[in-house]
C-alpha cells in the first residue's frame, strides 16, 4: 500500500553537479588527512624507541588523540553526522559517551585494584 | 546530506509538536541506532582488553614486536603489514563515500564504478586478515623454557617444528627476560651441542599460537587477538556482501527507479562504522 504521508528525506539531500565538486574536495582532504595521520602512527609506533626514548606516556596519548581527531573526521565528513540536524546528532553521541567514559573510568579503577591485590600477592 | 534542515514543511506530516526533530528517514536513523549499539559492544570488548593488560603482572607482548612480517620476504618490518590493511581499509571507505557522492547526483555509472571498488577493498582487507591470522597462529619458530625458568628461542634452516632438534642448522637463542620475542643483550646464537643439551632438558615447547598458550605472552594476548579481530573480521565479511547486493542492485538500476540512492547511504554507514572500529583497534590492539 502506497502512503502519502512518509516524506522521502533522501530527496533533499540531492545535489548539484556543481555542489558535488565541492563535497568531493572535502573528501579527498579528509583522505589525505587520514593517511598522514596514520602514517604517522606507524612510523611512531615502530621507531618511537630511537625517535623518543623513555616518552612512552606522552606517545601513548598522542596516539589516543590522533585516534579520536580520525575517528571524528570518518564520523562527521564520510558518515555525514555532521551534516545531520543537531538532535539526532546529540541522541547518537551522548548516550554513548556518557557509557563509554563510565565503563573506562570503572574499568581502569577496577584493573588498577586487581593489579595491586595480586602484586601483594607474591 | 544538509537534510531538510531550513525547509518548511506541510503540519500535516509533522510531529504531535509541530516539528520534525530529526529529518531524517526511518531506515537511516535504525541504522545509526544499530551502529550505536555495535560500537558499545566492541568498546566492550576493547575495554576488556584494557582491563587484563592493565590488571596483568606478565609482560605483555608489544604490536610492533609480534607484528612485523610482510608476505613472501624475511626480514623485521614493524606494523608495515598492519598499516597496509588500514590504508586498503580508508581507501575503501573513500570510495564507499564517493559512491554515496554520486548516488546524490543520481549518476548512475558513477555509483556502480566506486562501489566495485568498495567491494574490491574489502576483499582485499579480509584476505590480508586471513594471512596475519595464518601468520600468527604458525608463529616464528617457538621458544623452550627451561627448569630454571628462562626462555629460549628455537631456529632451524626449515622452520621445522614437529622435530626442530633434527632438522638442519637448529640453534637456540636466549630470550630477553620479560620480552620473549627479543634476543638477550650479549648473547649469541647457542652453538649445535648446546641447543641440544638445552633441548632435551626443556620443560615445555611452545610454538605458534592457539586459545590455551601462544609463544608470544600469556593465553588471554592471542585470545583477544582472535576474538576482537575475528569479530570485526566478520563484520567486514557481512559488509563486503551486503555491498555485493547493493551494487547489483544498482546495476539493474532498481535505485536509479525509485528515485534515489538512500539505500548507498545506510550500506555505508555500515561500512564506515567498520573502518572507524578498525582505527580504535589499530590503536588499542597494535599500537599501545
Known amino acids: 500500500m502506497e502512503r502519502d504521508d512518509i516524506i522521502e528525506y533522501s530527496l533533499d539531500a540531492h545535489h548539484s553537479e556543481e555542489d558535488g565538486r ?37 606517545v601513548k596519548w598522542a596516539f589516543v588523540f590522533l585516534t579520536l581527531v580520525k575517528a571524528t ?15 539526532i546528532r546529540a541522541i547518537i553521541l551522548l548516550p554513548y559517551a556518557l557509557f563509554i567514559l563510565y565503563l573506562l573510568w570503572i574499568a581502569l579503577m577496577e584493573s588498577n585494584f586487581v593489579h595491586w591485590s595480586w602484586s601483594t600477592m607474591q | 546530506m ?12 509533522l510531529w504531535g509538536g509541530g516539528r520534525s526533530p530529526f529529518s531524517i528517514s526511518y531506515g537511516k536513523m535504525m541504522m545509526w541506532f544499530f551502529l550505536v549499539s555495535d560500537a558499545l559492544t566492541f568498546s566492550g570488548l576493547l575495554v576488556a582488553y584494557g582491563f587484563v593488560r592493565h590488571s596483568t603482572l606478565e609482560a605483555w607482548p608489544i604490536g610492533e614486536e609480534v607484528f612485523r612480517a610482510l608476505p ?19 581507501f575503501s571507505s573513500v570510495t564507499m563515500v564517493l559512491a554515496v557522492e554520486a548516488g546524490h547526483r543520481m549518476d548512475k555509472k558513477g555509483v556502480i564504478k566506486w562501489m566495485f571498488l568498495t567491494v574490491l577493498g574489502g576483499a582485499f582487507f579480509v ?23 628462562s626462555k629460549y628461542w628455537v631456529h632451524n634452516d626449515t622452520h621445522d617444528t614437529h622435530d626442530p632438534a633434527n632438522a638442519p642448522g637448529f640453534h637456540l637463542v636466549a630470550a ?28 615445555n615447547y611452545v610454538d ?30 557481512s559488509g563486503v556482501v551486503i555491498n555485493i547486493i547493493v551494487l547489483i542492485m544498482a546495476i539493474q538500476g532498481v535505485f536509479h527507479r525509485r528515485g534515489h540512492y538512500e539505500m548507498i547511504e545506510k550500506a555505508g554507514l555500515y561500512w564506515h562504522f567498520v573502518d572507524l572500529v578498525w582505527v580504535f583497534v589499530f590503536t588499542f590492539f597494535y599500537l599501545l
Do not use: C
Request: aromatic share 16%; no cysteine; proline share 4%.
Open chain 2, 72 to 90: 613472501g620476504l624475511s626480514g623485521s618490518y614493524p606494523l608495515i603489514y598492519v598499516a597496509l590493511m588500514t590504508a586498503i581499509l580508508i
Open chain 1, 73 to 87: 573526521y570518518i564520523v562527521m565528513t564520510f558518515m555525514h553526522l555532521g551534516d545531520e540536524r543537531r538532535n
Open chain 2, 208 to 237: 605458534g599460537a592457539n586459545m590455551t598458550r601462544n609463544e608470544y605472552g600469556p593465553p588471554q594476548y592471542a585470545n583477544f587477538f582472535f576474538f576482537i579481530t575475528g569479530f570485526h573480521g566478520f563484520h567486514v565479511f
Open chain 1, 22 to 58: 565541492k563535497i568531493r574536495r572535502k573528501i579527498w582532504m579528509v583522505t589525505a588527512l587520514l593517511a598522514v595521520v596514520t602514517a604517522i602512527e606507524v612510523l611512531v609506533g615502530a621507531y618511537w624507541k630511537e625517535w623518543f626514548p623513555g616518552a612512552w606516556t606522552a
Open chain 2, 2 to 13: 544538509a537534510g531538510d534542515a531550513t525547509k518548511t514543511l506541510s503540519n500535516d506530516v
Open chain 2, 127 to 149: 584476505g590480508s586478515q586471513a594471512w596475519e591470522w595464518s601468520h600468527f597462529i604458525h608463529g616464528g619458530g617457538g621458544y623452550i623454557t627451561t627448569a630454571d625458568g
Open chain 2, 176 to 203: 630477553q627476560p620479560g620480552h620473549y620475542l627479543i634476543p638477550a643483550e650479549g648473547t649469541h646464537h647457542l652453538d649445535h651441542d648446546a641447543s641440544l643439551k638445552l633441548w632435551n632438558e626443556r620443560v
